[in-house]
Every structure is written in C-alpha cells, then in structure tokens.
C-alpha cells in the first residue's frame, strides 16, 4: 500500500518570503513522486516530479521540492512567495514498480498575504 | 490549459439517474486515468486505461460505475443508479510514455451533484 501525508492543512506566508509545503510518502519500492497545483474551479495542474537522480528537482514558476529517503519526505519549496501562488496543493507518490495510479495526499492551502 | 477537456463541466441529477461522462485526451496521448476528488481531499484514483485496454481498476469503482475507452481515444464514465454518495467532482487526466514515470496531465474536470 502507498500513501501520502500532509500535515498541513493551511500555510501562511508574507508575499516575498521562502515557503515551504511538507509531504511524506509512503510506498513499497522507489518512489515517483509529484506536486501538483489547483487553482479553484480548474483541474489539476502539473509542477514538478522526482523520478531518481539530483534530491533537488526544480520545476515550473519557481517552485522545487527536495527529495530525502531517510526522512521519507518530499517538500515544496520556493525562495520568494507570490499572492498568485495562492492555491491548494497536492503531493503524490507512486512506487516504481506495479500500478500507475498516483496516490494523492488531502492537500495543502497555501495562502499568500500582500 | 493542459489541453485534457471533459464534458460537461457540470451535472445535476436526481437520485437513480444514470449520467455519462466524456474525456478527451491531450492528442497522442496513449494512457488516460479517472479519479474521484470530494471536498476536502486529494483525487482518488478509480481506473486507468492503456490504448483501449482497461488495465487497473480501484475498489472504488463499484459495479455501478463502468469507463470504456473504445478506439484508444476518448473515454466514457458512466455511473448507474446514481447515490448522493456519488456527488465529487470527475477528474481525468492522461499521458505519454516518457521513460521511467509519464507525467499526468489533468482535465477541468465534472463536477456531480446527485439530488
């Protein structure tokens, strides 16, 4: 089984300050992990994944997320926070091997003050 | 706009109702997915499609719910004998071959409202 933690349910952060999303991950085998990002009344859409490699995967609109498998996490992170980046996002994990169905945490609102 | 586009956007049904929904894939794109998101929580997968082939279904998807993918291009949901259960909202998504982990790209998704 796989599964995904988020144990945030909101984070507040000052526009121009670094924010970070937490994630930790569950599965059976290497990880696939992926952030995505959903905006209200729209689909989700795709930020970043780590597949193997660099711990630091850098992705679209300045986000990055680094992977630790001892820890067994996967953050979100950016140096400096917009008010656009106001959304809800998610962390998913799938393992290497097996099934493709991602395995999505609950979320995180991430809320951006001006 | 990742170009994965589901019709309709929106559907109000009253309980017993059967509904169908529609996905239409980013083109070329040879696997498509259905999830289920309900306020408050993350998509759940339901079922994903290789080509035409069904190829992994969820516990999720009772015997009131059947997907086809009949020509390896858009797929169908349908859900039978609707519940107020069933209200969520219908993701789907659908990607590429891409070495070790295609990425997925969602649609807008249907939102449901079983009466």
């Known amino acids: 089984a796989q599964s995904v933690a988020q144990p945030e349910d909101q984070v507040n952060v000052a526009e121009g300050n670094p924010l970070t999303v937490k994630c930790t991950y569950s599965?059976?085998?290497?990880?696939?992990l992926f952030w995505y990002v959903q905006y209200p009344n729209r689909g989700l859409q795709f930020l970043l994944k780590?597949?193997?490699?660099?711990?630091l995967v850098k992705g679209s609109y300045g986000f990055e997320a680094e992977f630790n498998k001892s820890q067994t996490s996967f953050h979100l992170k950016k140096p400096s926070a917009l008010v656009s980046d106001s959304a809800l996002y998610f962390c998913a994990v799938r393992a290497d091997t097996g099934r493709r169905a991602l395995t999505f945490g609950s979320g995180t609102r991430l809320q951006v003050q001006p | 706009d990742t170009g994965v586009s589901q019709d309709p956007r929106h559907k109000i049904t009253k309980r017993g109702q059967n509904v169908t929904f529609r996905c239409d894939p980013i083109?070329?794109?040879?696997?498509l997915y259905w999830y289920r998101q309900t306020l408050g929580q993350g998509p759940e997968f339901l079922t994903y499609f290789q080509n035409e082939a069904q190829l992994e279904k969820s516990r999720l998807l009772s015997d009131r719910f059947s997907a086809e993918r009949p020509k390896g291009s858009f797929s169908t949901l349908e859900i039978q004998r609707t519940e107020q259960g069933d209200s969520a909202m219908y993701l789907c998504?659908?990607?590429?071959?891409?070495?070790?982990?295609?990425?997925?790209?969602f649609g807008p998704g249907t939102r449901l409202t079983v009466l």
């Open positions: 998504a659908s990607s590429r071959v891409e070495g070790r982990a295609d990425t997925q790209y």
């Open positions: 780590y597949i193997t490699g660099d711990n």
């Open positions: 083109s070329e794109h040879n696997r």
């Open positions: 599965v059976s085998g290497n990880p696939y």
